[in-house]
């Protein structure tokens, strides 16, 4: 069967970075989204890269809105029916961060927030794209073209991006209470669905969670003083390491956490 990919949200940042980077090294079709400014976001992801723009559909999709979510997947089952296609890859990677020192600032709303993006947001993005993964008795398409597998990993991977800070045993120093708690969710969901996959699709799927370190991205700017140098990465660098880390880990990864150099984060 034909492979697709899909990242959701490709609009900036480490989302951004990825789509492109899965558009310059591989031959599949790329499915992104964003919430606004598509127009800018498809000129944003072909610049500089010598591709045919046909392999990239660009879709509106708000992770706080359900019904855009299915609207999207109703598109991707005709464009890539289910007998005939295989989503080999995707990212599924919202983010939204509160950053409370102490019980005192968490902010009701805002924790709500946090959670409705970075948990629940990838939630509904399986539950209406699980249908497009490999099931135990797919069998691929008489003549299909290996080489559009070229530069995906082997087993079709949902990678859920999470953080270190998500980690409850690493937990030394506290704070960012509903960030943390988000992204400790995200792990939990992340093992879940990896067993379902289990059963539903054997070994020819699998889920994982990604750290992908402290970026350069709106997310993280009010933290970048305090981080060193060398821990300090570009979009396009850490792009390139977790698209390896997903090609690299294998079924005996699965379920788990790892962050950008391909070590697991403890759960």
Not at 140 to 157: C, H, K, M, R, Y
Not at 169 to 176: A, E, P, R, T, V
Not at 217 to 228: A, E, M, P, R, Y
């Amino acid at each position: 069967m034909p492979p697709w990919t899909l990242i959701s949200p490709a609009s900036r940042g480490i989302g951004l970075a990825l789509a492109r980077r899965v558009l310059d090294t591989t031959n599949a079709p790329v499915v992104v989204t964003a919430r606004k400014d598509l127009a800018k976001t498809q000129d944003d992801l072909l610049k500089g890269l010598d591709v045919d723009n046909r392999r990239l559909t660009m879709l509106k999709v708000d992770v706080l809105d359900e019904s855009s979510i299915a609207h999207a997947a109703t598109t991707c089952r005709d464009m890539f029916p289910a007998k005939s296609y295989h989503l080999q890859l995707a990212f599924i990677i919202p983010g939204l961060l509160f950053p409370e020192k102490s019980p005192s600032q968490i902010d009701a709303a805002d924790a709500l927030l946090t959670f409705r993006t970075n948990t629940l947001g990838p939630m509904l993005m399986i539950k209406h794209f699980s249908q497009f993964l490999p099931k135990k008795n797919s069998t691929p398409s008489e003549g299909a073209d290996t080489t559009s597998n070229q530069g995906l990993p082997e087993v079709s991977t949902t990678a859920v991006m999470s953080a270190r800070v998500g980690s409850i045993s690493d937990n030394k120093l506290g704070g960012w209470y509903s960030y943390r708690a988000s992204k400790a969710g995200v792990n939990q969901l992340v093992k879940t669905f990896d067993n379902h996959l289990r059963t539903a699709s054997g070994d020819r799927a699998m889920a994982l969670a990604l750290h992908p370190g402290t970026v350069k991205t709106g997310l993280s700017k009010d933290f970048w003083g305090s981080v060193k140098k060398e821990k300090l990465f570009e979009t396009d660098w850490v792009a390139e390491r977790l698209v390896h880390v997903v090609q690299a880990i294998g079924t005996e990864g699965r379920g788990r956490c790892w962050d950008w150099d391909g070590k697991e984060v403890p759960p």
